[in-house]
T-cell receptor
Framework: SQQGEEDPQALSIQEGENATMNCSYK?????LQWYRQNSGRGLVHLIL?????REKHSGRLRVTLDTSKKSSSLLITASRAADTASYFC????????????FGQGTRLTINP | ETGVTQSPTHLIKTRGQQVTLRCSSQ?????VSWYQQALGQGPQFIFQ???????GRGNFPPRFSGLQFPNYSSELNVNALELDDSALYLC??????????????FGPGTRLTVL
């Protein structure tokens, strides 16, 4: 079963605009990670935020984490056509194995 | 490029057959995890191998099994294939132990089609 729910399921914006994707989860976590996937290929790691962090930045990416609401958001600023992909949040809680639990993803389309 | 490789890229099998998928982990990593991603869904954790032993397992039946070798590469074996096994199979490598990395680095995946 999948822990995360991502919202929206699909997002279409114009190049240059900002894109915001949200992720909610159900259980306690150690960290939350965001991945990108192009056309059914492998996952590319974007950013990791730990449970004791509230905000993190990496280039044009900004991630927030609210553990009281069990939610996270990913903001991509100044979007480019190359940002078109599916974006997944994944939560990690170490119970023996270092297991990632993924949401169903947001399909982002950047229109030129 | 993550340095994680998988083979083959694509595979077509018929129901009831057996399949073996292979993964080479990133240099320096000692842990391999396998995920199944059905079309339009997020990846689901199958199992993880650390020091050649299964270190955790998701909700998958015993006909899904694996191996990890001394060089940390890994195999995923699926017996008695069913139509629902059609999916993208992803492996991810990471480092466990005192120098643990929390990030998992994914390979490009193997697309399995069961007819």
């Amino acid at each position: 079963s999948q822990q995360g729910e991502e919202d929206p399921q699909a997002l279409s914006i114009q190049e240059g605009e900002n894109a915001t994707m949200n992720c909610s989860y159900k259980t306690s976590i150690n960290n939350l990670q965001w991945y990108r996937q192009n056309s059914g290929r492998g996952l590319v790691h974007l950013i990791l935020i730990r449970s004791n962090e509230r905000e993190k930045h990496s280039g044009r990416l900004r991630v927030t984490l609210d553990t009281s609401k069990k939610s996270s958001s990913l903001l991509i600023t100044a979007s480019r056509a190359a940002d078109t992909a599916s974006y997944f949040c994944a939560t990690a809680a170490y119970q023996g194995a270092q297991k990632l639990v993924f949401g169903q993803g947001t399909r982002l389309t950047i229109n030129p | 490029e993550t340095g994680v490789t998988q083979s083959p890229t694509h595979l077509i099998k018929t129901r009831g057959q057996q399949v073996t998928l292979r993964c080479s982990s990133q240099s320096g990593h000692n842990t391999v995890s396998w995920y199944q991603q059905a079309l339009g869904q997020g990846p689901q954790f199958i199992f993880q191998y650390y020091r050649e032993e299964e270190n955790g397992r998701g909700n998958f039946p015993p006909r899904f099994s694996g191996l990890q070798f001394p060089n940390y590469s890994s195999e995923l074996n699926v017996n008695a294939l069913e139509l629902d096994d059609s999916a993208l199979y992803l492996c991810a490598s990471s480092l466990s132990g005192q120098e643990r990395t929390d990030t998992q680095y994914f390979g490009p995946g193997t697309r399995l089609t069961v007819l």
